[in-house]
């Protein structure tokens, strides 16, 4: 399976705690992006890496929340202090994306699930 | 990026051909239109993409009139698994920012 791929699938954690997703991007995408998602909404954009540099960071984003792509391939989001709004399915998305083309088509992982308690 | 409308669900039947519209009156020169497909428990799914006029692929077609204000996937003779979230997005062709705003979506169910 070459599809983009994240890690766990589901986690569970008291609140206080932290925790931490791995997502592993097609192959050779130079984009990466983090959506977050709950229940009855669409997903919301939280940041985005072309090879390992960060280049946005939505304001979603609060200072517990940080997100790292090291070497270009994979990226990992972590979430310290976990708290109760956290809860949600976290999304990874790649793209190869060039300059002027018209389509940069992003490919979703199954994403995952997080639930604070 | 431009801002979409779009029925929060749909009912339809197997065999059926399901129109799904948005509204997106705000939408740029340089934007493009673009369909996502959620199943329950799954990332969205790229389905189709366009600008203006008419496109079609394997899965869906997209009707685009000139002016752009709107747009409607064609979902020719749904079946059961065609039940899905679908999504209307809309944003510029060489947007450097790349990320996708998505509105709550309509949430197609196919019955049998």
């Not at chain 1, 997703?21 to 909404?41: A, K, M, V």
């Not at chain 2, 399901?18 to 997106?24: E, K, P």
Request: a positive charge.
């Amino acid at each position: 399976d070459t599809g983009v791929s994240q890690d766990p699938r589901h986690k569970i954690t008291k609140r206080g705690q932290n925790v931490t997703f791995r997502c592993d991007p097609i192959s050779e995408h130079n984009r990466l992006y983090w959506y977050r998602q709950t229940l009855g909404q669409g997903p919301e954009f939280l940041t985005y890496f072309q090879n390992e540099a960060q280049l946005e960071k939505s304001r979603l984003l609060s200072d517990r929340f940080s997100a790292e792509r090291p070497k270009g391939s994979f990226s990992t989001l972590e979430i310290q202090r976990t708290e109760q709004g956290d809860s949600a399915m976290y999304l990874c998305a790649s793209s190869s994306w060039t300059s002027g083309r018209a389509l940069d088509t992003q490919y979703f992982g199954p994403g995952t699930r997080l639930t604070v308690l | 990026l431009a801002k979409t409308t779009q029925p929060i669900s749909m009912d339809s039947y197997e065999g059926q051909e399901v129109n799904i519209t948005c509204s997106h009156n705000n939408i740029a020169t340089n934007d493009y239109i673009t369909w996502y497909q959620q199943f329950p428990s799954q990332g969205p799914r790229f389905i189709i993409q366009g600008y203006k006029t008419k496109v079609t692929n394997e899965v869906a077609s997209l009707f685009i009139p000139a002016d752009r204000k709107s747009s409607t996937l064609s979902l020719p003779r749904v079946s059961l698994s065609d039940t899905a979230v679908y999504y209307c997005l809309v944003g510029a062709r060489d947007n450097q920012g790349g990320k996708l705003i998505f509105g709550q979506g309509t949430e197609l169910s196919v019955k049998p």
